[in-house]
């Protein structure tokens, strides 16, 4: 859930209830508010402050700051003019449905790319280079999504498995060692089953990375490392997951390439090599023809 969710929907006392109020509609103004500060401008106490932040899960007013001036920078940042959850109507031409799709997946795009962080990235490679197993957990779309990933990753040598068969996931997460690494992937972050998993793999020292929403979920917080996805869905009320799903692709393309890296010279030639001997499509077009 996103602090300003938090804001809006937990119950607060009356003195607390003030504050809460400003910081809903005036956050571009608290950058520069101690709590001293803040604590004059609602007529209240550092201490009824401290209390907010508390109920939100943070240690002060310095760090809930902090995080809700992220938040309220990234929900203002210019996304698209078209609406994730209803990109195109009824009336929309032809060629408008396809301008609005091309234009909501590349903002996507774009917002993911400004979401991530070098040293996160840093620590998930060395994560994902140094497991000697690879395993997705993940249900629905986001499984066949992360299909693709797995056919990349194995073709360079490096496993890759889904779990898919329905009740056998916690068996697999049970299966796995401190050696080895598990990605989980989950718009919400509250999925229980996942959750489930989770708490397996963290009971076995299984390094994990969440690929889930921005803002308050559990996955995110119990995961070892957390990749954000592009939140700007509704749970259903939607066309399609348009910017979830490819959110997810283009995160699971960043990690095969950082993986692919990281031996660039030997996984390029393992490709062409076995490509060279077991691809024999007959190609009519240049631009598609190997020079062998």
Not at 121 to 147: G, M, T, W
Not at 158 to 164: F, I, L, N, Q
Not at 169 to 194: F, H, K, M, R, W
Request: aromatic fraction near 8%; include cysteine; hydrophobic fraction near 40%.
């Amino acid at each position: 859930m996103l602090i300003k969710e938090q804001l809006q929907t937990y119950h607060f006392s009356s003195a607390e209830q003030v504050t809460v109020d400003f910081l809903l509609a005036h956050p571009e103004e608290i950058q520069a508010l101690t709590i001293q500060t803040l604590a004059k401008k609602t007529f209240t106490q550092p201490s009824t402050i401290v209390r907010i932040a508390k109920k939100l899960n943070f240690r002060g007013w310095k760090y809930l700051k902090l995080a809700y001036l992220a938040e309220w920078d990234y929900l203002r940042r210019h996304f698209t003019k078209t609406d994730a959850n209803l990109p195109f109507s009824q009336t929309d031409s032809l060629m408008t449905v396809t301008k609005k799709i091309a234009d909501l997946e590349q903002s996507a795009i774009s917002d993911i790319h400004s979401l991530l962080e070098h040293d996160r990235l840093s620590a998930i490679k060395r994560q994902l280079v140094d497991a000697n197993h690879i395993r997705i957990f993940a249900q629905n779309a986001n499984l066949l999504i992360s299909k693709d990933f797995a056919l990349k990753m194995n073709r360079i040598g490096k496993h890759v498995s889904h779990s898919e068969i329905k009740g056998e996931s916690l068996y697999e997460a049970y299966n796995l060692t401190d050696q080895d690494c598990a990605i989980l992937i989950s718009y919400s972050g509250e999925n229980v089953s996942l959750l489930a998993i989770n708490d397996v793999l963290k009971q076995a020292n299984v390094p994990t990375i969440a690929i889930t929403s921005i803002g308050d979920n559990q996955l995110s917080r119990d995961c070892t490392h957390f990749l954000p996805i592009t939140t700007r869905e509704k749970l259903y009320s939607k066309i399609g997951n348009f910017t979830t799903n490819i959110s997810i692709i283009c995160l699971l393309d960043i990690l095969y390439s950082l993986v692919f890296s990281e031996h660039y010279d030997q996984n390029l030639k393992q490709l062409r090599d076995k490509g060279h001997a077991i691809d024999k499509r007959v190609i009519n077009t240049d631009i598609m023809r190997e020079n062998d």
